[in-house]
């Protein structure tokens, strides 16, 4: 009764099994990690992406603009304004992100990239994919990395999310096989988790931070995730220095809540979903989506943005000219460390922490909520951390 059906839905399957096993292949082949400190010009492409994107990004140009001014004066470092990663040209050419683009986006070493937005059912767009996950994809960005710290509450989080495979990476190629059956993908390859766990176990070691954890659902999702934990096994038997510890992705998400348990965690390395959902959840407690930044790494390009999204409704209710820029700033001291300015990053990191303190001390009455900081412009926010930069650039 079916068999048209499940012939279309083998043939795909067939195809996407296909592809995999290339992109494995690709893999295989161990590419050297890219060396900023003998690149001249380092190009650093932005991206203005949709709503409040083109507003926080170029706040958050002018910043590093003025941090690495000393580079930018002697052509060690190149600003490449990067136009079309909006939703009417995507719309427009009916791709995530439009060749053209594209092609821009890989004449740079790194990305600083605004909110772009994903269309969903009901929205006026063709049903086009998530720019992030193209671009993520094409430059081979497998490490999401977001670092999560309130000194007040002890926490100090560093996350590894998977960022080539999982639930995500075949999003857009999930099959209705009827009308009644909808099957996605879920991918797990040995080389891709890793590379991943074995960034995290890096890390940690070079930081001298004495635990990992290691999130799956491996009890239920046994294929995919199941892999993932079997390799974090592996690799952690490599550093017997570091304790690591395994979790399963939904007591975890209650345990962050949980003010002793939280605490002791430091390095986080999840699959792509979970490490999707976990990370806003942990944002939370730095001051929401708006403070975190997030950095996307692969061996020959990175690309640095905030963690949230376009904010339509801050667009449409005309408060575009407040969204919170620090999001996307962050991302930049992160793009700061990764090229190697690891001073100027740390003190750009101090800026905003001081900006972000100063605006939740003003009074309570001119704030929308108890714990969320003052409304202050985008600009003004750039303005005082550039404020806070100079003085402690001056101090060296
Ligand atoms: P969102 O992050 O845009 O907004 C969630 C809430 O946070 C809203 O109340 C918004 O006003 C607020 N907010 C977000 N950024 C803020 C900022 N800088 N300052 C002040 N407030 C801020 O999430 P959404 O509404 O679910 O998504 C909107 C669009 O963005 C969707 O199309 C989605 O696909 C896309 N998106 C893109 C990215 C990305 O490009 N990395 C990430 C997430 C969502």
């Known amino acids: 009764m079916y068999e048209q059906a499940i012939e279309g839905a083998k043939e795909h399957f067939g195809r996407v099994l296909q592809e995999q096993l290339e992109r494995i292949e690709r893999m295989k082949v161990d590419e050297e990690w890219i060396d900023y400190s003998r690149l001249k010009p380092i190009i650093i492409g932005v991206c203005g992406g949709d709503g409040i994107g083109p507003y926080i990004s170029q706040q958050a140009q002018r910043v590093l603009e003025f941090v690495l001014r000393p580079e930018v004066e002697s052509g060690k470092v190149v600003f490449r304004t990067i136009e079309g990663l909006t939703i009417e040209n995507r719309a427009k050419h009916k791709k995530a992100v439009p060749d053209g683009v594209m092609d ?202 905030a963690i949230h999204g376009s904010a339509p409704r801050m667009v449409q209710e005309g408060r575009t000219e407040y969204a919170d820029p620090s999001s996307i700033i962050r991302a930049g001291a992160m793009m700061l460390d990764h090229l190697g300015y690891t001073d100027r990053a740390h003190k750009l990191e101090k800026a905003l922490a001081a900006v972000t303190k100063e605006r939740k001390a003003i009074s309570y009455d001119v704030k929308p909520h108890r714990d969320e900081p003052t409304p202050m412009k985008t600009s003004q926010v750039a303005d005082a951390v550039i404020e806070k930069m100079r003085r402690l650039m001056a101090h060296t």
């Open 104 to 305: 821009e986006i890989k004449k740079c070493h790194v990305i600083l990239k605004g909110p772009t937005t994903t269309p969903r059912k009901g929205d006026p767009w063709p049903n086009i994919e998530s720019a992030n996950v193209a671009i993520r994809r094409a430059l081979d960005l497998f490490a999401n990395v977001r670092p999560i710290r309130v000194p007040e509450l002890g926490i100090d989080w560093i996350f590894f999310r998977e960022n080539s495979e999982g639930a995500y990476i075949l999003g857009s190629q999930g099959l209705h096989v009827t009308d009644d059956l909808a099957v996605d993908f879920v991918v797990s390859t040995s080389q891709g988790s890793d590379r991943i766990i074995r960034l995290a176990f890096d890390y940690a070691r070079r930081n001298g931070i004495h635990r990992v954890t290691v999130v799956t659902k491996a009890n239920v999702v046994k294929a995919t995730d199941g892999k993932f934990l079997d390799i974090a096994r592996a690799i952690a038997s490599e550093h017997p220095e570091i304790r690591w510890d395994d979790w399963y992705v939904d007591i975890m998400t209650a345990k962050l809540l949980s003010p002793k348990r939280r605490t002791e965690f430091r390095v986080v390395v999840l699959p792509n979903l979970y490490g999707d959902i976990l990370t806003d959840e942990a944002a939370e407690f730095q001051g929401g989506v708006g403070t975190a930044g997030s950095a996307n790494i692969g061996k020959r390009y990175a690309m640095f943005e």
